[in-house]
């Protein structure tokens, strides 16, 4: 079955950081892009960050710009998100999706996501 498991959330206090990863399962992930979204409580998920088939191409949502960095390892069939300086803002549920026909852009187009994880969360807070 083709889906994602996503780990590495927790607790943790504004200022630390945390490293998300996101394994794939039953497919092999080197010829597609990854998108990591959230979803806080209350609020629509939204786009955090998206990696194309290599490092060449990475986009951030502006309010983790220099704070998030997104990777993938395809030799470990996974993509990571290393998250530093975090905030309360960034409580959420933490998933990463994929797609056949789904592009990396910089407005975070949910288009052709079809592949999901249960997600992660990480709670920020003191």
């Known amino acids: 079955q083709v889906h994602f498991v996503e780990s590495g959330g927790g607790l943790v206090q504004p200022g630390g950081s945390l490293r998300l990863s996101c394994v794939a399962f039953g497919f092999t992930l080197d010829y597609y892009e990854i998108m990591w979204l959230r979803q806080a409580p209350g609020k629509e998920r939204e786009g955090v960050s998206c990696?194309?088939?290599?490092?060449?191409?990475?986009h951030y949502v502006d309010s983790v710009k220099g704070r998030f960095t997104i990777a993938r390892d395809n030799a470990k069939n996974t993509v990571f998100l290393q998250m530093n300086s975090l905030k309360p803002e960034d409580t959420a549920v933490y998933y990463c999706?994929?797609?056949?026909?789904?592009?990396?852009?910089?407005?975070?187009?949910?288009?052709?996501?079809?592949?999901w994880g249960n997600g992660t969360v990480v709670t920020v807070s003191s």
């Open positions: 990696i194309g088939t290599s490092d060449a191409k990475k």
């Open positions: 999706a994929t797609g056949t026909y789904f592009s990396c852009t910089k407005t975070f187009n949910n288009y052709g996501l079809e592949y």
